[in-house]
Nanobody
Framework: QVTLVESGGGSVQPGGSLTLSCQYT?????MGWFRQAPGKEREDIAN???????WYADSVQGRFTISQDNAKNTLYLQMNNLRPEDTAMYYC??????????????????RGQGTQVTVSS
């Protein structure tokens, strides 16, 4: 049974930092994050492709870092210099198939329930 469980969301002031975690079962060729704010479309944020390629959206490049600890079955998203426009529900996603677009984690086969991030002063 596939499980993806996000944690680490919360409220933070602009300029602050948060680290999201995604505890998962199974093995995947791609693992990533996407987000969705109320009334807006899903936005792909970051993705890891085995054996080690990464992709970031322009909106988070240089501020967010995706990483993975296979020994702990955990995917991370370190978010620095957060902005009000980063406020959204953040989802972890996983894809077992090769040859998928690295910039589309929202299309991965599996996704978690999400964790809310709110950036506000």
């Amino acid at each position: 049974q596939v499980t993806l469980v996000e944690s680490g969301g919360g409220s933070v002031q602009p300029g602050g930092s948060l680290t999201l975690s995604c505890q998962y079962t199974g093995r995947y060729y791609y693992m990533g994050w996407f987000r969705q704010a109320p009334g807006k479309e899903r936005e792909d944020i970051a993705n890891i492709a085995q054996p080690g390629g990464t992709w970031y959206a322009d909106s988070v490049q240089g501020r967010f870092t995706i990483s993975q600890d296979n020994a702990k079955n955990t995917l991370y998203l370190q978010m620095n210099n957060l902005r009000p426009e980063d406020t959204a529900m953040y989802y972890c996603a996983a894809e077992p198939r090769k040859g998928r677009p690295i910039h589309r984690p929202q299309d991965h086969t599996y996704r978690g329930q999400g964790t809310q991030v709110t950036v506000s002063s």
